[in-house]
């Protein structure tokens, strides 16, 4: 309240509000809402701004960068907690069975990630908001082992070998339901097309073979030639593939191949190497 | 305090389940970001929802160089620059019901100036026509030959 006098131009200001508040007053009655800063009705003495010089910063009272910066007065923690007192009625609870990752994982194994946006400006609408990532682990879904491989070559770099998933992007359509659908179509066509066997299928060579498997490759062949060789000139009795197949030294040889073909040169698989072919040619003596 | 009855209605349709809820909020001011971060954090106790953490990226600044005068006077110049902070908050294991509630709080007292990335994972089954391949139960088409 202002009492003005206009012929003299004296104003007599109300003193403000602060002076009349109790200090165990409700505060979210004072600011229920976002409101502006308001000297008059926030009993605290700030000040704010850059110091005069050997000063201090300017007081609260017609203080522009206190209106300009948001405030939270509206959002002190009795406040939240009454808000949320009145919210929680709407609240569901997370079933207790799934606490865990893994367990989410094992009866919910697909996974779908969507962004959303919020953000002041002209419109409210993103066109990043519709795209929708699909993720599932290939162990999770009922495929053999053709299957799997199948579907591994049809998708190729969406598929990660170190975690087992399989990750699907959509943002062909101009709605996240429609790119929600497709990508759920696109894993049922790929688990559908994996069961299928193609009649060129079988036209397989072997450099497109994903793993090393040694049965009827050049590697056994050799070895097995080899060694009926060594039985032949030690005029042995004839011993029979089958039995050489079984025998200890082939089966080590065997496994320290498809070791090294597979996972790759490391110092250990090269020794299993060395040792595996001393073993099969009865070379002890070399270092 | 108003005296009507708010009606709660529960429908049938089961929930959808969210594992993971990451709320990426930008702003101009850390300290307006900081107040934020101790609403949002202090809202999810209250309503039961298990905060898994909260970290803060680091800002990103985006300088521009323009030329200070209208006509001339390439010597100089004025810079700008626009600081971003970041603050990331990750929420684990709610129900559509809780995450619409809390989302749509959270998103109301959003400050001025202040924008929001919400990451939902949604965790399903798998559909029904992805259980078994769908070869076994079709009836055996015999193969129409190829004219050529």
């Known amino acids: 309240i202002v009492i003005h006098c206009s012929y003299t131009g004296i104003s007599i200001h109300a003193p403000p509000r602060t002076e009349k508040m109790a200090v165990d007053q409700d505060w979210s009655s004072v600011y229920p809402t976002a409101a502006a800063f308001k000297p008059a009705s926030v009993p605290l003495p700030i000040r704010m701004g850059y110091p005069v010089k050997r000063g201090v910063p300017p007081p609260k009272e017609g203080n522009l960068e206190l209106i300009k910066i948001p405030n939270f007065l509206h959002l002190t923690p009795p406040a939240i907690k009454k808000h949320c007192a009145a919210l929680k009625d709407f609240c569901t609870e997370w079933p207790s069975a799934l606490d865990s990752d893994e367990k989410c994982e094992q009866h919910f194994p697909i996974e779908i990630e969507t962004v959303d946006y919020v953000s002041a400006g002209t419109s409210i609408r993103n066109p990043k908001a519709r795209v929708v990532t699909l993720r599932v682990k290939l162990s999770n879904l009922n495929l053999d082992d053709h299957a799997k491989k199948k579907l591994i070559k049809l998708v190729g770099d969406r598929y990660c070998k170190d975690t087992d998933m399989l990750t699907i992007t959509t943002d062909r359509c101009p709605l996240r339901r429609q790119n929600y659908d497709y990508s759920i179509h696109l894993l049922t066509v790929l688990y559908h097309e994996s069961w299928k066997t193609e009649m060129w299928e079988s036209e397989k060579t072997e450099e497109d073979m994903e793993e090393y498997i040694w049965e009827n490759s050049c590697s056994q062949k050799n070895a097995l030639d080899t060694l009926l060789r060594i039985k032949a000139s030690e005029n042995v009795s004839n011993v029979t593939e089958e039995e050489l197949l079984a025998s200890e030294v082939v089966k080590n040889y065997r496994n320290s191949v498809i070791a090294l073909k597979n996972e790759g040169e490391t110092e250990n698989n090269v020794s299993q190497y060395k040792e595996s072919v001393k073993k099969l040619l009865n070379i002890q003596a070399l270092p | ?148």
């Not at chain 2, 600044?61 to 100089?76: C, F, N």
């Not at chain 2, 809390?102 to 001025?112: D, H, K, M």
């Open chain 2, 1 to 148: 305090m108003p005296g009507e009855a708010y009606c709660v209605s529960i429908s049938d349709e089961p929930e959808t389940l969210y594992k993971r809820l990451s709320l990426l909020v930008k702003g101009h001011d850390k300290a307006v970001l900081d107040s934020y971060e101790y609403f949002a954090v202090l809202a999810a106790k209250e309503l039961g929802i298990s905060v898994e953490k909260v970290h803060k990226p680091p800002k990103k600044i985006e300088r521009l160089t323009l030329l200070k005068s209208v006509h001339i006077y390439k010597k100089h110049r004025v810079q700008y620059e626009m600081r971003t902070h970041y603050m990331c908050l990750e929420l684990k294991y709610l129900t559509s019901s809780t995450a619409a509630v809390y989302l749509e709080y959270v998103q109301r007292n959003l400050p001025e100036g202040v924008a929001m990335e919400v990451k939902k994972t949604k965790i399903e089954k798998i559909p029904e026509h992805i259980q078994e391949p769908v070869w076994d139960t079709l009836p055996q088409v015999e193969e129409t030959e190829v004219k050529s």
